[in-house]
């Protein structure tokens, strides 16, 4: 006998882990970890709200069937990030150029250790299209940020949510969603959120690095740099809750992918700050 997706969803009263994948409307779109299964999550009054890229827990109060969709009802609760949740392809890596390490000349000259070269490489850039909006690409990271600049913030966090819907790895839209609440009020909810944001954005870019991976990122090559925006992002982030020792780690790991030090990085790690700086996540 076959059975349909639905018979997998717990009925009202049962609990339920899903992804969240992005937004549509004001619901949440996710993907049951157990089978799979497509859903659309309303949480209604539920303080608690996952970014995309975060696990949660649904106690279910309602189901239904909607244009071809599952629509959950109830409460959220216990979002957190789950690398292997996630169940994505990495972003691919291209070579670009091979740089000398600037090491490599002074060690020569005083005998010592000579460091090898290190090949640059570019992230894939992953923009996917909305339908109805007509800006695409690079355009469109551009157009939510002006909506968001522009007084609509509510536009804004929809449209970047709905490319996430479509794709998780579109990295822009993480750094742009991050960037939002990292120049908003000086308020711990803000600061959360923005954390969550390029926690996620970090986790999918890292996930993208082989662990052997030493090449670098460059800044000047701007498909990584949604990547490293939410590096910086998460590392002011981090800086800004009291978490020096972290937010340390991250800097460094931002200069090691790009040694060139965008962002002023290096002024970052000689003298840290309880706050970023506004604008820190402009869009490209």
């Known amino acids: 006998m076959t059975r349909s997706p639905g018979d997998w ?23 049951v970890v157990a089978t799979s299964t497509r859903i659309l999550v309303r949480a209604g009054l539920s303080p608690v709200r996952p970014v995309e890229g975060e696990l949660f827990t649904l106690d279910v109060a309602h189901r239904s069937r909607e244009r071809g969709f599952w629509v959950l009802e109830g409460a959220i609760r216990s979002p957190r990030l789950d690398p292997d949740a996630l169940r994505l ?41 909305v339908p109805g909006f007509e800006a695409d690409g ?17 536009l804004a966090e929809i449209l970047a949510g709905e490319l996430l819907a479509r794709d998780l790895r579109c990295l822009a839209a993480h750094a742009l969603l991050g960037g939002f609440f990292l120049d908003g009020p000086l308020e711990e909810r803000w600061t959360e959120r923005a954390l969550r944001h390029y926690r996620v954005g970090v986790t999918i870019g890292e996930l993208s690095l082989a662990g052997s991976f030493d ?5 000047r090559w701007r498909g990584n740099r949604p990547f490293l925006r939410c590096l910086y992002g998460y590392a002011r982030c981090l800086e800004r809750v009291g978490d020096a020792g972290p937010a340390r780690d991250h800097f460094e790991r931002l200069l090691q992918l790009a040694p060139e030090g965008p962002k002023d990085v290096r002024e970052a790690l000689d003298a840290p700050r309880s706050r970023g700086p506004q604008g820190s996540s402009p869009a490209p």
């Open 9 to 31: 969803l717990p009925a009202p009263g049962q609990a339920l882990d899903v992804l969240a994948v992005g937004r549509s409307g004001d619901a949440i779109c996710g993907r």
């Open 89 to 129: 392809e990495p972003l691919a890596l291209l070579p670009r150029a091979i740089i000398e390490n600037p090491g490599r000349r002074r060690s020569s000259e005083r005998g010592g250790r000579i460091g090898k070269n290190r090949l640059q490489y570019e992230l894939d850039t992953v923009i996917p299209r």
């Open 138 to 154: 690079l355009e469109a990271i551009e157009e939510i940020a002006a909506f968001w600049g522009s007084g609509d913030a509510e």
């Open 215 to 219: 090449g670098t990122l460059p800044w």
